[in-house]
């Protein structure tokens, strides 16, 4: 990765990393960018990303039951005007009848689909479908699953 440096382990078993914020770096702001435009181009870059307001008990349920799987997706914290314009794309976005689009916090996108909330995280791991959705946007590799 661009601009991560590491810096050795620590004392319990973890690794501290820097990063080093540089132009071509997935997550730098550019203050001119809108709130829309910089959320589309978070949603194009992640296989999986997480968009929530801070302290969001959901969001934890959502990390910890997509890491039990493998995957550690990528989590934006965002302020109210920004959930304000994640709310507004979803709307633009809604062309179809599906209850899953999120028109809230936590929203998930995996491979740049609005997937939902927790609920819908929850039905599509219950289906066995979450897991080939993760293959497929290259957030899982398929020779770590067990048959």
Do not use: W
């Not at 709307?91 to 997937?115: E, F, K, Q, R, T």
């Amino acid at each position: 990765m661009k601009g991560l440096r590491r810096y050795g382990s620590l004392g319990d078993g973890g690794v501290r990393l820097e990063l080093t914020p540089t132009a071509a770096s997935p997550l730098a702001i550019d203050v001119a960018e809108s709130a829309e435009t910089r959320i589309q181009r978070l949603i194009s870059e992640n296989p999986v990303i997480i968009f929530s307001c801070s302290s969001c008990c959901m969001c934890h349920v959502m990390k910890r039951l997509l890491s039990t799987i493998g995957v550690h997706p990528t989590v934006i914290e965002l302020e109210e005007d920004e959930m304000t314009a994640l709310k507004a794309r979803n709307a633009n976005n809604d062309s179809s009848s599906s209850s899953s689009v999120v028109y809230g916090s936590p929203a998930l996108y995996i491979g740049g689909a609005c997937v939902g909330g927790l609920e819908s995280l929850v039905a599509l791991h219950l289906s066995n479908n979450l897991v080939p959705m993760l293959v497929e946007v290259g957030a899982l590799r398929n020779e770590l699953l067990i048959s």
